[in-house]
């Protein structure tokens, strides 16, 4: 009957924002208590994919970025609080317009 407790299944909460010159995507990731080894992110393009797992939760998620990256270039550092992931674009924003609000 003292099995091992089963993990919680969890879409982690995530936010992304670009630096004011629209060169670098940064990604902000909530994974309390995972260690680095237990980090899997596979980054394309336009989307990525996280799974991650802690002792009591499991994180799973693809996601797609506002924009196409350098997944090369992408530098990825956990503080067993919040995964920080900065990439820069491949292109700027050209074609981006702003919009205004009525």
Do not use: W
């Amino acid at each position: 009957m003292g099995g091992p407790v089963p993990r919680i299944l969890k879409t982690p909460i995530i936010a992304m924002y670009h630096d004011d010159n629209h060169e670098n995507l940064t990604i902000e990731i909530e994974l309390p208590d995972v260690k680095n080894e237990n980090i899997t992110i596979l980054m394309h393009e336009n989307s990525f994919y996280l799974k991650a797992f802690s002792e009591s939760a499991e994180y799973i998620g693809s996601f797609f970025l506002d924009g196409p990256v350098d997944p090369d270039q992408a530098i990825a550092i956990n503080t067993t609080k919040m995964l920080t992931i900065n990439v820069p674009y491949k292109e700027e924003f050209d074609c981006a317009r702003n919009i205004p609000v009525l």
